[in-house]
Each structure stands twice: as structure tokens, then as C-alpha cells.
């Protein structure tokens, strides 16, 4: 089992559309929950990031963590043509070496069409 | 602020030559991230630096790869002998004590094509 799991799509939704992203990951000692969003040809780009279970709102965006379930999603309201990435789920744990190190989803490719 | 800078952006050599990728990272930042991105899958960590250290290379493949983060002058992911396999994107990221995760900032990768 790989210790995160992301559904890499594709995804097309019209404009307006709430597009849901989810990941799921295996490893207890995940600190960190963020979303990246990385567009064709660029470095990923950090779009928000939890610590605890919960929602985090910013904007459209909204960030879910569930750690009971191990479960992580990322929702866009009224997206727009803009949106048209691919979104990155990543989680963080500190090692003994004192380094975060990050760990990726495969990423969800999104496309809203006008 | 120029933000992680890396280059080349893109980089073409051919079986068993050497591929340099160097990495500025921001400015004030003091730690350095590598990681690669192979088609179809997500980026993986390869090693993380410090100026004249290497922290945590657990992601570096054992033979060919070695990266240095000199006192002076950017970070460099070094690959000797590439093969067709180390056909990938390769991305930095810079970071400062204190900063994570919300200073933690990638670059535009330098993409590695072995032919």
C-alpha cells in the first residue's frame, strides 16, 4: 500500500462546478496536510495546508482533514477556467534528521471548461 | 524577490554523459529540497541540504546521484552517466528554519531528457 493514494483523474467539470479532490494516506505520523496546485510546466505552488482534523476555508477553497479515517480533501466552489491544473495532495513528517520531508499524491488533473 | 531559481530548464543529454541541475534557492533561505518527478507519478524526495551538509539523502538513489549546497553559489544535483530512466523532472525547494510549511517554495523544475 502506497502511503498517500490519489486518484489521478482526469477531471473535467463546467464552469461554476464544485470539483471535490480527495487523497488517502496510510501513515499515522503525517503532520502537516496541504494541497498544491502545479500548472503545466511549473513547480508546485502551495495552495493551503492543515494541521488538525477539521475544514479550512480560504476563498473558494476549502481543505478537509478526517485523521480518523485517514482521508483528506480539497474543495472549489464556483471554479473557473483558471482552476485548470493539477492538484497535488502532500503530507509532512519530520524526520530524526531533523528534515520535513513531503510526501505526494500522483496529483489529480482538473480541467474546467467555459 | 526571484523566488527558487533553477536551471536549465530543460536539459537533453545522451546515454552515459553527465546532467548538472543547479538550484539558487530564495533569498534568506537556508535549506535546500530535491525531488523528482517521473511521468505519471508524483514527486519524490530525494535529499535535503543544508550550506556545506547533507542532512537527509534517503530519497538519492545509491549510484550515479550526488548533490552539494556550497557555501557560495547554488545547490547542484549532479548525474553521472544518466540513462534513460533518470528521464524526469527535477525540482528544488528552498525553505528557512521556522517556515514550514508556508515557506516552503519549489521551482520551476529543470526537465532531464535522456536520448
Known amino acids: 500500500q502506497k502511503e498517500v493514494e490519489q486518484d489521478p483523474g482526469p477531471l473535467s467539470v463546467p464552469e461554476g462546478a464544485i470539483v471535490s479532490l480527495n487523497c488517502t494516506y496510510s501513515n499515522s505520523a503525517f503532520q502537516y496536510f496541504m494541497w498544491y496546485r502545479q500548472y503545466s510546466r511549473k513547480g508546485p505552488e502551495l495552495l493551503m495546508y492543515?494541521?488538525?482534523?477539521g475544514n479550512k476555508e480560504d476563498g473558494r477553497f476549502t481543505a478537509q482533514v478526517d485523521k480518523s479515517s485517514k482521508y483528506i480533501s480539497l474543495f472549489i466552489r464556483d471554479s473557473q477556467p483558471s482552476d485548470s491544473a493539477t492538484y497535488l495532495c502532500a503530507m509532512s513528517f519530520l524526520t530524526q534528521g531533523g528534515s520535513e520531508k513531503l510526501v505526494f499524491g500522483k496529483g489529480t488533473k482538473l480541467t474546467v471548461n467555459p | 524577490n526571484a523566488g527558487v531559481m533553477q536551471n536549465p530548464r530543460h536539459l537533453v543529454r545522451r546515454r552515459g554523459q553527465e546532467a548538472r541541475l543547479r538550484c539558487s534557492p530564495m533569498k534568506g533561505h537556508s535549506h535546500v529540497y530535491w525531488y523528482r518527478q517521473l511521468p505519471e507519478e508524483g514527486l519524490k524526495f530525494m535529499v535535503y541540504?543544508?550550506?556545506?551538509?547533507?542532512?537527509?539523502e534517503s530519497g538519492m538513489p545509491k549510484e550515479r546521484f550526488s548533490a552539494e549546497f556550497p557555501k557560495e553559489g547554488p545547490s547542484i544535483l549532479r548525474i553521472q552517466q544518466v540513462v534513460r530512466g533518470d528521464s524526469a523532472a527535477y525540482f528544488c525547494?528552498?525553505?528557512?528554519?521556522?517556515?514550514?510549511?508556508?515557506?516552503?517554495?519549489f521551482g520551476s523544475g529543470t526537465r532531464l531528457t535522456v536520448v
Open positions: 492543515t494541521y488538525s482534523s
Open positions: 525547494a528552498s525553505s528557512s528554519p521556522g517556515q514550514f510549511p508556508y515557506g516552503y517554495t
Open positions: 541540504l543544508q550550506k556545506e551538509n547533507i542532512i537527509d
